[in-house]
């Protein structure tokens, strides 16, 4: 298996382990393993590490494919120094462009969610059960969207500083990205993906 196959599979596993555990905490979905009933602290202690060994994961893999093309790894050939800074610029414009795509993507996924939920809400019969499945359905489903939404965003932000800090060391005049400039308008973006998933937890139509 290529590296760069094997860090993204590497991430992705590790990944999907941490959510797992979120929508443990935020569902108290019981976890029964030979009979012994795990508390939902062990729930912390995994998504802190298995968080941390699929960020490393995806680190490791664009540090792999920054020099890459989006073709296939064997057919890409080494990028000649005459377009190589052509390259570098093009790709972070480009990966710039994914993450506002990603946040973009999430406001449209998030208006249609709590859009459907509303809908529910006016057209589900007054079944006390039925209403309590729909909820959890829908907080699941926005739960896993905005997951994913801040993995790709801070995926992509990983890779942009990869390529940056590259092009910081071939050509002297550009200065590595430091301090929070860098990352901030990111940062807001998952906090507001965060926040939206956060928000419609505690007041979920379904429920109130």
């Not at 030979?34 to 680190?59: E, Q, R």
């Not at 907080?139 to 940056?164: K, P, Y």
Request: aromatic content about 14%; hydrophobic content about 50%.
């Amino acid at each position: 298996m290529k590296q760069k196959t094997f860090t993204l599979t590497v991430g992705v596993v590790f990944s999907i382990i941490a959510v797992l555990h979120v929508l443990r905490l935020l569902f108290g979905w019981e976890a029964v393993i030979g009979g012994w009933s795990t508390p939902l602290w062990v729930s912390w202690v995994a998504i802190t590490v298995s968080g941390y060994l699929g960020y490393t994961a995806f680190k490791l893999q664009k540090m792999v494919s920054c020099y890459l093309d989006s073709g296939d790894e064997e057919t890409v050939k080494e990028i000649p120094p005459s377009k190589e800074y052509k390259y570098l610029t093009a790709r972070l414009q480009y990966l710039n462009e994914k993450i506002i795509q990603s946040f973009t993507l999430f406001i449209k996924l998030a208006t249609t969610i709590v859009g459907g939920a509303f809908y529910l809400r006016l057209n589900l019969p007054n079944d006390a059960q039925m209403r309590m499945f729909f909820s959890q359905a829908v907080e699941l489903l926005l739960v896993v969207v905005s997951l994913s939404m801040i993995l790709l965003i801070l995926n992509n932000l990983f890779a942009w500083q990869e390529c940056q800090a590259n092009l910081s060391k071939k050509y002297k005049g550009i200065k590595k990205a430091k301090g929070m400039r860098w990352w901030f308008s990111e940062a807001v973006m998952c906090l507001l993906i965060a926040g939206t998933s956060w928000g419609f937890h505690c007041y979920n139509p379904l429920r109130h």
